[in-house]
């Protein structure tokens, strides 16, 4: 009885859920992904145009890379397109995806205030900009929230040889977009993927101080979750999507993408 | 403070100009909102007018209980809803999770406490008015129920928009079930959290502004059903 009464529950919500969007039933994928690719509007770009070929729509659930991987290993997402290679390896072999495949890049740049008191400009490797930032012991507003972004800043400051703590080095556990706001407010340091600095419209007295070492190359991987852990999802949906992603196609969409005038990701999937 | 100007410019555009976008995430909110408010009360009232009524062991317990509860945060309801709700959680195969569905249950879970303990303390003061008059009439004490929340019908509909206001304000819960996906789950509060992490504040406000118009409006109209309905009534 107790379990009829779940499902009249849980139907008459499924029938609100297609009320909002029945429409969309031709077919559809939930894609976990990263703030950094929505917030940029990257798939407001591309995501109509594999939509147009493949009658499929893109869900995109944006997440930190941490909480992205969380939510595929529970099998509530069809897709993964994030930016932690050494993550996403680890995945498949835990034996959640089949494939990883590299898909783009774009790169981390360092942000600061105009002012510049640790002399980032003056560096000439991104270690040496870390070490002067600890040396001055100026404020860094790190994302500290197991996202991709703070996965590659914690590896950097190891590489620099500086264990980041004290007053200066201060965690937000906040999202790309809500650590600028706070580096804006205290004038702080920041490290921020190009696409989400570019599109950010509140940058105060932040400015760009140092950009273009290789070791802040960013790359994004796309990975297919393993059909035989989650027999439920929609893995030949989810597969179309990520053949679009690597094809001629998907990588010349993602070319095209440009916010100011800019190019913002650099598709690189393997020929 | 120029931002502050541009947020009521960018509102007042947003409010003229009709936009599709925004009008589906208006109509999603209040959408998921006011069901989840008619779906607590459907459980609530009764539930409140119960506790007020019978006096059992562990009562006091209850209602503590039931008050703390209207203290829970949303981002936990959020957390539990979405345990609940994935695919390797008890209720995963509905496949619920980043649906309005999914949304409703969790904002069902934040609204719920509140219209209960606020129904059992209304119907309480009320009961103990009517309480000798009831009782020579020989009417049962589950019989008094529908007559208690029927002459509390004003003080309840303040409780029901308390309920409303705390569903349609909630972000944390939403955020973490609904996913805030594009034209499927999204709604004024995911909606400015995205824009403020954008950096586009004047649009995260103007949207906040949007929402307290919404709201009030719906305030305003209950305010004038329960005014229409004093006065017919005498």
Same mark, same amino acid.
């Given at each position: 009885m107790k379990k009829t009464?779940?499902?009249? #529950? *849980? !139907? +008459?919500?499924?029938?609100?859920?297609?009320? =909002?969007?029945?429409? $969309?039933?031709?077919?559809?994928?939930?894609?976990?992904?990263?703030?950094?690719?929505?917030?940029?509007?990257?798939?407001?770009?591309?995501?109509?145009?594999?939509?147009?070929?493949?009658?499929?729509?893109?869900?995109? #659930? *944006? !997440? +930190?890379?941490?909480?992205?991987?969380?939510? =595929?290993?529970?099998? $509530?997402?069809?897709?993964?397109?994030?930016?932690d290679t050494a993550g996403e390896k680890h995945f498949v072999q835990e034996g959640y995806g089949t494939e990883r495949a590299d898909v783009m890049v774009n790169d981390f740049v360092l942000i600061g205030p105009g002012e510049d008191p640790a002399g980032l400009s003056e560096a000439e490797t991104v270690e040496q900009a870390f070490g002067r930032i600890a040396d001055a012991e100026a404020p860094?507003?790190?994302?500290?929230?197991?996202?991709?972004?703070?996965?590659?800043?914690?590896?950097?400051?190891?590489?620099?040889?500086?264990?980041?703590?004290?007053?200066?080095?201060?965690?937000?556990?906040?999202?790309?977009?809500?650590?600028?706001?706070?580096?804006?407010?205290?004038?702080?340091?920041?490290?921020a993927d190009r696409a989400t600095w570019v599109a950010f419209d509140n940058p105060q007295n932040l400015e760009l101080l140092f950009e273009g070492d290789d070791a802040l190359f960013n790359q994004y991987g796309s990975v297919l979750i393993d059909p035989e852990r989650h027999p439920h999802l929609k893995h030949d949906l989810a597969e179309q999507w990520h053949e679009w992603l690597l094809s001629e196609e998907g990588q010349q969409a993602i070319a095209d993408f440009e916010v100011k005038g800019q190019q913002l990701f650099f598709p690189n999937a393997a020929e | 403070m120029p931002d502050d100007a541009n947020a009521f410019q960018t509102a007042l555009a947003l409010i003229m100009g009709g936009d599709p976008d925004l009008l589906g995430i208006v109509m999603l909110s209040l959408q998921v909102s006011l069901?989840?408010?008619?779906?607590?009360?459907?459980?609530?009232l009764p539930l409140g007018a119960a506790l007020a009524l019978?006096?059992?062991?562990?009562?006091?317990?209850?209602?503590?209980m039931l008050n703390a509860m209207?203290?829970?945060?949303?981002?936990?309801?959020?957390?539990?809803?979405?345990?609940?709700?994935?695919?390797?959680?008890?209720?995963?195969?509905?496949?619920l999770l980043f649906t309005p569905g999914a949304m409703v249950i969790a904002q069902v879970i934040l609204v719920l406490p509140i219209i209960a303990a606020l129904t059992r303390q209304q119907v309480e003061e009320l009961h103990s008015e009517y309480r000798e008059q009831l009782s020579s009439m020989g009417v049962s004490r589950s019989r008094r129920i529908p007559t208690l929340l029927w002459d509390a019908r004003l003080g309840l509909t303040t409780v029901m928009l308390a309920g409303f206001g705390r569903a349609s304000a909630e972000v944390g819960a939403v955020m973490i079930v609904g996913g805030n996906i594009d034209g499927v789950s999204r709604v004024m509060t995911t909606a400015i959290v995205l824009e403020t992490s954008k950096g586009n504040l004047p649009l995260a406000?103007?949207?906040?502004?949007?929402l307290l118009v919404l709201v009030a409006l719906i305030n305003a109209a209950a305010h004038l059903v329960g005014e229409t309905a004093q006065r017919r009534l005498g």
């Open positions: 009464g779940l499902t009249l #529950v *849980a !139907v +008459g919500l499924t029938g609100l859920s297609l009320g =909002a969007s029945a429409q $969309d039933e031709a077919g559809f994928i939930t894609l976990a992904s990263t703030t950094s690719t929505e917030n940029s509007g990257l798939f407001d770009a591309i995501i109509p145009l594999f939509t147009d070929k493949s009658g499929i729509k893109v869900r995109v #659930v *944006a !997440v +930190g890379t941490g909480q992205a991987f969380e939510i =595929a290993r529970r099998g $509530d997402a069809d897709s993964l397109l994030v930016h860094f507003a790190s994302r500290g929230d197991d996202s991709g972004t703070n996965r590659a800043e914690l590896r950097l400051w190891e590489a620099a040889g500086v264990e980041p703590g004290g007053d200066w080095y201060r965690e937000l556990g906040s999202g790309m977009g809500p650590t600028l706001n706070t580096a804006a407010g205290m004038d702080a340091y920041v490290m | 069901t989840a408010v008619l779906i607590a009360a459907l459980i609530a019978w006096q059992f062991p562990g009562r006091g317990v209850a209602i503590v209207m203290g829970l945060p949303p981002v936990v309801a959020g957390l539990a809803v979405y345990l609940l709700l994935s695919r390797a959680g008890p209720l995963g195969e509905f496949g406000l103007g949207l906040g502004i949007v």
